[in-house]
């Protein structure tokens, strides 16, 4: 599913057209976006959690030249589903 499909199925069963639908799935990712860059947790029950963690520092290998590299420490965003999403 991508964000058209996605808008078209807000759209059906929330009962708006697809305007309407867009413009609150733009809002609703908008918000999650701006908490998770101001390293806020989104919680949403019964979906699961969004979170930014700091990944440390780590040595890596270069797939090519089979060459050790050091990748640098940075902020990434994990999502851990809730218990009963997809059933």
Known sequence: M?????????????GLNKAAAKA???????SI??????????Q???????AVV???ARTGI???TKEKI???????VKFKPAADLGK
């Open 44 to 50: 949403l029950i019964g979906f699961g959690t969004f």
């Open 70 to 76: 050091q990748i640098p420490a940075r902020k990434v």
């Open 24 to 30: 609150a799935l733009d809002a609703c990712l908008e």
């Open 62 to 64: 270069n797939p090519r």
């Open 2 to 14: 991508n964000k058209t499909d996605l808008v078209n199925e807000i759209a059906a069963k929330a």
């Open 54 to 56: 700091e990944k440390e």
């Open 33 to 42: 976006e701006q908490a998770l860059a101001n390293e806020d947790k989104v």
